[in-house]
Structure formats: structure tokens, C-alpha cells
């Protein structure tokens, strides 16, 4: 539990990072910023629902360990699968928009970016059928994707 949330914290550290030097080069960014910080403020709201919903109080854990002791553990890394996997989602839809931001091709497109379980949909419209190819391949690219479905549509 002590590695995602130092990971959550790297993550959430990467993604300022990101919004910080974007937001200050280019102009144009502040859609693909404000979806960056849609995305992680929804991160972080789940996360916090998650642990409300398991009952993960301090009083809690001391009481099911001195009764239980086993069952704290299990129900911890059940929620760690859940949060990790929907952190993990999170952080690859954020490394796709900001690849997608730093190819000057594609940055002044719109592009969506969905990632479910290493799922990632791309949507929206490209100037040609080589950007598009480039947006495939940029996801395709991008650590934790296991799928890349593109809806994107040619708009000239």
C-alpha cells in the first residue's frame, strides 16, 4: 500500500510537471491542461471514495486486526488492485496527452484519450490519415497500453 501511494504521489508530481511546462510553452494548451487536471482531480476523488467505502479508519483496522488480522490484509489488497489499476489508467491517459501535446502536428487537433484497464479509444477528428496513424502510434507507445482503438475521423 506504502508503493502505490508513493507512486500516486510521483504520479500526481509528473503530471504538475507536465501541466506546469506545457502551460508555460505553448499557448494553446489549455484545454489538454484543464483535461489533465479533470483527470487527476477524478483520480484523486476516487481514490478517497474508495477508502470511505471500505471503512478503512483507523479505528477500524485496529479493531478487525486484533480480531481478524487476515482479512484487513485481503480487503487492502483487493482496494490496492482497484485504486492501482485506476491510477495506472489515469497516468497512461495523462503520458497520451502529453506525447499527443508535444508533436506539433497532432497538438492542434483535438483529440480525446479514454484509457479503461489498458484500454485506450482515441476520438475526435485529424487533418489527415497520417496524423491519425501518428496518434495510434504514440498511445501504442506509451507504457501500461494493451489496446488502442482509434474512432478518429479524417476532417480537412
Known amino acids: 500500500m506504502k508503493a502505490f501511494f508513493i507512486g500516486l504521489l510521483f504520479g500526481a508530481l509528473l ?8 502551460g508555460q510553452t505553448h499557448g494553446h ?8 487536471k ?6 484523486k476523488n476516487f481514490v478517497a471514495d474508495k477508502m470511505a ?3 478503512l479508519s483507523t479505528d477500524n483496522i485496529k479493531d478487525e486486526m486484533s480480531r481478524l488480522g487476515h ?15 485506476d491510477t495506472a489508467d489515469a497516468r497512461i491517459t495523462a503520458a497520451i496527452k502529453a506525447k499527443i501535446l508535444a508533436d ?24 489527415s490519415p497520417e496524423n491519425i496513424r501518428k496518434a495510434i502510434q504514440l498511445a501504442w507507445d506509451t507504457d501500461g497500453v494493451t489496446e488502442v482503438v482509434s474512432t478518429l475521423q479524417v476532417k480537412e
Open 15 to 22: 503530471l504538475g510537471a507536465g501541466l506546469w511546462y506545457y
Open 29 to 36: 494548451s489549455g484545454s489538454v491542461a484543464d483535461d489533465l
Open 71 to 85: 482479512v484487513i490484509r485481503d480487503k487492502a489488497h483487493a482496494a490496492g488492485k482497484t485504486i492501482a489499476d
Open 38 to 43: 479533470g483527470a487527476a482531480r477524478d483520480t
Open 104 to 127: 506539433s502536428a497532432l497538438s492542434v487537433i483535438k483529440i480525446s484519450v479514454t484509457t479503461t484497464d489498458g484500454r485506450v479509444t482515441l476520438s475526435g477528428t485529424a487533418s
Open 53 to 55: 467505502s471500505l471503512n
